[in-house]
């Protein structure tokens, strides 16, 4: 989902700098799509790990009372 929202933006300010009506430099478009992968596949990752420490936990029922 990050990494779509992402490149919507990118998108979006490509769209906008090819019609006129914002002014962005070619060098800045790259990083910032390059970041916002990057980021992605962190979260991904953090994700990932946490599902499975969670899942190895025993499993608790619920409390009596």
């Known amino acids: 989902m990050?990494?779509?929202l992402?490149?919507?933006?990118?998108g979006v300010t490509a769209l906008l700098d090819a019609t006129g009506a914002?002014?962005?430099r070619d060098a800045v478009l790259l990083p910032v799509?390059?970041?916002g992968l990057s980021?992605?596949?962190v979260v991904g990752v953090l994700t990932y790990a946490v599902r499975?420490?969670?899942s190895r936990?025993?499993?608790?029922?619920?409390?009596p009372g």
Not at 6 to 10: E, Q, S
Request: glycine share 12%; charged share 15%.
């Open 52 to 54: 499975r420490h969670f």
């Open 6 to 10: 992402v490149l919507l933006a990118a």
């Open 39 to 41: 980021l992605a596949g």
């Open 2 to 4: 990050l990494a779509g």
């Open 33 to 35: 799509v390059l970041f």
């Open 22 to 24: 914002l002014t962005v």
């Open 57 to 63: 936990r025993p499993h608790r029922g619920p409390r």
